[in-house]
């Protein structure tokens, strides 16, 4: 595996590892998104041989990485890649706080790992 590959992966699994003990919702969720979408970057670069473009949208970088996952992980990067905008930039603090349960984390968290995984199995296979 190349360098860079490697690295991007690296970087993504701290980022989950961080998601998982730091545990503070808004954050893990936040976390969760950084973690996918390195391990996105990860895969353009593998695809492309060049360094991935400096965007934080999950869509676009999958669409560059020619992967075909499953409806529900599909569904679940467009509501981690929704939710990544609304960490970055409330409008209502307190409502987001809210909103954010650690159910709702724990939640995230999970389905992070098993996305986390099956981008990083397809890279390494």
């Known amino acids: 595996m190349k360098k860079e590959i490697k690295n991007w992966l690296d970087s993504g699994s701290y980022d989950l590892e961080t998601a998982e003990h730091m545990f503070r919702y808004i ?48 569904k679940f990067l467009g509501e981690l890649n929704n939710l990544s905008v609304v960490t970055r930039y409330p409008k209502d603090f307190q409502e987001m706080f809210k909103a954010f349960t650690k159910e709702r984390a724990e939640d995230f968290l999970k389905k992070t790992k098993e996305a986390f995984q099956w981008i990083e199995q397809l890279i390494k296979s």
């Not at 970057?41 to 020619?66: F, R």
């Open 27 to 74: 954050y893990t969720i936040f976390m969760c998104h950084l973690s996918i979408e390195k391990a996105l970057k990860a895969k353009v670069e593998e695809i492309t041989g060049k360094t991935p473009p400096k965007t934080h949208s999950l869509g676009y970088l999958l669409e560059l990485t020619t992967l075909s996952p499953s409806e529900k992980i599909e």
